[in-house]
């Protein structure tokens, strides 16, 4: 094997056992941000399309640049 298809071996193998870990039901935050990481890492980015789930996620976000938006219902963890 050469070292270029070890490369892309391990780099299949990461893809696959991180897919594996985000859609375990139990997924720590921390296996989240290793696959965001993992994304960011290979120039993965995405766009929010109309009717996508992260469209559908973003719709969910308060819009803190709007006057009426009251601060004080952020709950801190």
Do not use: C, W, Y
Request: no cysteine; proline share 5%.
């Amino acid at each position: 094997m050469t070292d270029k298809e070890m490369m892309a071996l391990l780099h299949q193998t990461l893809a696959e056992n991180l897919l594996a870990r985000v859609k375990d039901p139990e997924a720590k935050s921390s296996d989240l941000n290793v696959a965001r990481q993992f994304l960011k890492d290979n120039g993965i980015d995405a766009v929010p399309v109309e009717g996508s789930p992260l469209s559908d996620l973003v719709a969910t976000l308060p819009d803190f640049s709007d006057d009426t938006f009251d601060v004080s219902e952020l709950k801190l963890n």
